[in-house]
T-cell receptor
Framework: GENVEQHPSTLSVQEGDSAVIKCTYS??????FPWYKQELGKGPQLIID?????GEKKDQRIAVTLNKTAKHFSLHITETQPEDSAVYFC????????????FGKGTMLLVSP | GAGVSQTPSNKVTEKGKYVELRCDPI?????LYWYRQSLGQGPEFLIY????????DSGLPNDRFFAVRPEGSVSTLKIQRTERGDSAVYLC???????????????FGSGTRLTVV
């Protein structure tokens, strides 16, 4: 089955800095890679996703890159703000349709004012 | 409703007891998923429903766990003879392909925190 590794487990940055979280996956058939933000006491919230037919996707201050050859993908957050502080999870699945997700273990991002 | 609703938000039960966790998906979403999240871990898949049927229950850890979705909307996760190791946050999510292919994905509920004492 799929195995998703995520690094780092914790990341502390100053407000305004950039943050990068990296994930690797093992199943070459995976073709859908979402990122979730989870705040304390809440469920994960989808913030951006990418499919295997593109290498990069941006949405305002966040971007995701995908390298299918190396089987890794990354989340980039620019101009970080204190409200970006949360746990971020990467995930992978074989289909962007009805399919189960395999999650990484999460990265706790702390943005200090 | 506007989002995925899970009840109760917290449940404390004694070892050996039976519990039921409820999930109300987004109206019209045909796919419903249950995940379990242990402290400091990512969500782990339990079971997936397409309509009323369980399309994939390969994540259920053992036969003490069972889930139903009799009318294709609300789902109930049932755990028999609870053990302390069952303590976790149980997350429900629903999804639909819809027409917004740029933002497809699950919508998770806030979860039920189950504590077995």
């Amino acid at each position: 089955g799929e195995n998703v590794e995520q690094h780092p487990s914790t990341l502390s940055v100053q407000e305004g800095d950039s943050a990068v979280i990296k994930c690797t996956y093992s199943d070459s058939a995976s073709n859908y890679f979402p990122w979730y933000k989870q705040e304390l006491g809440k469920g994960p919230q989808l913030i951006i996703d990418i499919r295997s037919n593109v290498g990069e996707k941006k949405d305002q201050r966040i971007a995701v890159t995908l390298n299918k050859t190396a089987k890794h993908f990354s989340l980039h957050i620019t101009e970080t703000q204190p409200e970006d502080s949360a746990v971020y999870f990467c995930a992978a699945s074989r289909d962007s349709g009805y399919s189960t997700l395999t999650f990484g273990k999460g990265t706790m991002l702390l943005v200090s004012p | 409703g506007a989002g995925v609703s899970q009840t109760p938000s917290n449940k404390v039960t004694e070892k050996g007891k039976y519990v039921e966790l409820r999930c109300d998906p987004i109206s019209g979403h045909t796919a419903l998923y249950w995940y379990r999240q242990s402290l400091g871990q990512g969500p782990e898949f339990l079971i997936y429903f397409q309509g009323t049927g369980a399309a994939d229950d390969s994540g259920l850890p053992n036969d003490r766990f069972f889930a139903v979705r009799p009318e294709g909307s609300v789902s109930t996760l049932k755990i028999q003879r609870t053990e302390r190791g069952d303590s976790a946050v149980y997350l429900c999510a629903s999804s639909s392909t819809g027409t917004d292919t740029d933002r497809y994905g699950y919508t998770f509920g806030s979860g039920t925190r189950l504590t077995v004492v």
